[in-house]
Antibody
Framework: QVQLVESGGGLVKPGGSLRLSCAASGFSFSDYYMSWLRQAPGKGLEWVSYISSSSTYTNYADSVKGRFTISRDNAKKSLYLQMNSLRAEDTSVYYC???????????????WGQGALVTVSS | DIQMTQSPSSLSASVGDRVTITCRASQSISTYLNWYQQKPGKAPKLLIYAASSLQSGVPSSFSGSGSGTDFTLTISSLQPEDIATYYCQQSYTTPWTFGQGTKVEIK
């Protein structure tokens, strides 16, 4: 069965850096776009970034552009999010999600990890 | 950015009631609209994709409809296990955006 397991969350000071990882299993990882999303405490969902199956294409929300970098290692079946220059408003649970796509349905997130909490505070 | 607006923000209904949640996009998004269910402390779960396609394993009590700017998620008969927050999400263009959520409670 499809499993996505995030790791690397924690407490970091403003201006600091953190790298999240997402280990995938149960599907052919290299065939799928992958994405990061986040949810601030008590708030709604926000898409953060996506990466294409072979890393050719990436895209970011304006709120993280220039500070966050998404990457993947298909051999290791892993997705990453390097977060630099962290701010208090980046405090969230970060989810990795598999992106499903067809020309008729466009994109949707069909499997999600359990989430990793990132807290940015001094 | 495309703004997604859900209504109501919360609702309380009885077991067995028919529940309808609406989602409006700030511009036409064709049928590129997805619905997710999130239970407290859990990750979101995909319910409906492309406005009306039921994700595998999701009960048939859930259904979606709409196109253009107006969409609905319907629960035909509310059950205690349906207590959750529901989000719509557009995939017409990036940034992919979500509605603010609708919290469903049992009366």
């Amino acid at each position: 069965q499809v499993q996505l397991v995030e790791s690397g969350g924690g407490l970091v000071k403003p201006g600091g850096s953190l790298r999240l990882s997402c280990a995938a299993s149960g599907f052919s990882f290299s065939d799928y776009y992958m994405s990061w999303l986040r949810q601030a405490p008590g708030k709604g969902l926000e898409w953060v970034s996506y990466i294409s199956s072979s890393s050719t294409y990436t895209n970011y929300a304006d709120s993280v552009k220039g500070r966050f970098t998404i990457s993947r290692d298909n051999a290791k079946k892993s997705l990453y999010l390097q977060m630099n220059s962290l701010r208090a408003e980046d405090t969230s649970v970060y989810y990795c999600a598999r992106v499903q796509y067809t020309s008729s349905t466009r994109y949707y997130f069909d499997y999600w990890g359990q989430g990793a909490l990132v807290t940015v505070s001094s | 950015d495309i703004q997604m607006t859900q209504s109501p923000s919360s609702l309380s209904a009885s077991v067995g009631d028919r529940v309808t949640i609406t989602c409006r996009a700030s511009q036409s998004i064709s049928t590129y609209l997805n619905w997710y269910q999130q239970k407290p402390g859990k990750a979101p779960k995909l319910l409906i994709y492309a406005a009306s396609s039921l994700q595998s394993g999701v009960p048939s009590s859930f259904s979606g409809s709409g196109s253009g700017t107006d969409f609905t998620l319907t629960i035909s008969s509310l059950q205690p296990e349906d207590i959750a927050t529901y989000y719509c999400q557009q995939s017409y263009t990036t940034p992919w955006t979500f509605g603010q959520g609708t919290k469903v409670e049992i009366k």
